[in-house]
Nanobody, 119 residues
């Protein structure tokens, strides 16, 4: 069982930055692919970014490319999402998720952290 706890959300003006963190429990974190998802009010949850277990590959939804960076520190069992040049449309609850690298579906989810970007 893996538990994920997000932190770092908050209120920021458009153009500002935030860094989200996701701390994972358990000794299997380093073998897990990790992802960030978000859900805005009235919308479905969408994929934002992911990183493979080794950190060797990263993936982003087009709308955040060049602005967001996902990274991980396996020694600290933590994955990060650096968000720069934030826009009001980035406002959402952001969720951290993890899965064993050979699985296609994310198995473990955090409780979410609110990010609000004011115009």
């Amino acid at each position: 069982q893996v538990q994920l706890v997000e932190s770092g959300g908050g209120l920021v003006q458009a153009g500002g930055s935030l860094r989200l963190s996701c701390a994972a429990s358990g000794r299997t974190f380093s073998s897990y692919d990790m992802g960030w998802f978000r859900q805005a009010p009235g919308k479905e949850r969408e994929f934002v970014a992911s990183i493979t277990w080794s950190g060797g590959s990263t993936y982003y939804v087009d709308s955040v490319k060049g602005r967001f960076t996902i990274s991980r520190d396996n020694a600290k069992n933590t994955v990060y999402l650096q968000m720069n040049s934030l826009k009001p449309e980035d406002t959402a609850v952001y969720y951290c998720a993890g899965k064993p690298s050979l699985y296609s579906e994310y198995r473990y989810w955090g409780q979410g952290t609110q990010v609000t970007v004011s115009s």
